[in-house]
């Protein structure tokens, strides 16, 4: 089956670092999205993006679908954007596959 | 917005009960999944629904069923809870074919003595 790789698995920042977080992926897919595991354990979507380049805020994404990556942008990181990153890909019929996550941790 | 619940936030379970986890998703969707996360492992589909009554086996069924009798519910059975289903558990739903993104609830911790 298909393969999801993120990295780093871990990044520790301090408050108003840049980060970018990576997803690889084995195959073509349908779709990709990214989110974001809070410490409660909900998880909240970032961005729904099989291709191209999204902004919302502070964070951005950009999917490369022909060379099987994604990329996540954290700029300006806040103490409320630690937790674990995850990164689902879609390769059939609407099931996503998950990534193993980034687990980021922003001090002040 | 759409709204994904769960019924409960924290369960604890003897050996042996029968275990029900309840979805419910407010947004009309067509699928419904259930995943299971644990520490190394990450998360890993149970079941999915894609329509009222109908239901595909996931990566790890095993020890598992589901229903889904109303298009907005879809429940988890654990017939025989045992110590290694001790985990959390994940609902999910999206729209459909046209539109896969999807939303999670709670979460539910689960944790069977």
């Known amino acids: 089956g298909i393969q999801v790789e993120q990295s780093p698995p871990d990044l520790i920042l301090q408050e108003g670092a840049n980060s970018t977080l990576r997803c690889n992926f084995s195959?073509?897919?349908?779709?990709l999205q990214w989110f974001h595991q809070n410490p409660w354990g909900q998880l909240i979507n970032l961005f729904y993006?099989?291709?191209g380049t999204k902004q919302n805020g502070r964070l951005s994404a950009t999917t490369v679908a022909t060379e099987r990556y994604s990329l996540l942008y954290i700029s300006s990181s806040q103490t409320t954007d630690s937790g674990v990153y995850f990164c689902a890909v879609e390769p059939d019929t609407d099931k996503l596959i998950f990534g193993t996550g980034t687990r980021l941790q922003v001090f002040p | 917005d759409v709204k994904v619940t769960q019924s409960s936030r924290y369960l604890v379970k003897r050996t042996g009960e029968k275990v029900f986890l309840e979805c419910v998703q407010d947004m009309d969707h067509e699928n419904m999944f259930w995943y299971r996360q644990d520490p190394g492992l990450g998360l890993r589909l149970i079941y999915f629904s894609y329509d009222v009554k109908m239901k595909e086996k996931g990566d790890i069924p095993e020890g598992y069923s589901v229903s889904r009798e109303k298009k907005e519910r879809f429940s988890l059975i654990l017939e025989s809870a045992s110590t290694n289903q001790t985990s959390m558990y994940l609902c999910?739903?999206?729209?459909?074919?046209?539109?896969?993104?999807?939303?999670f609830g709670q979460g539910t911790r689960l944790t069977v003595v």
């Open positions: 993006i099989p291709s």
């Open positions: 195959d073509s897919v349908n779709n």
């Open positions: 999910a739903s999206s729209l459909g074919s046209l539109n896969t993104e999807a939303f």
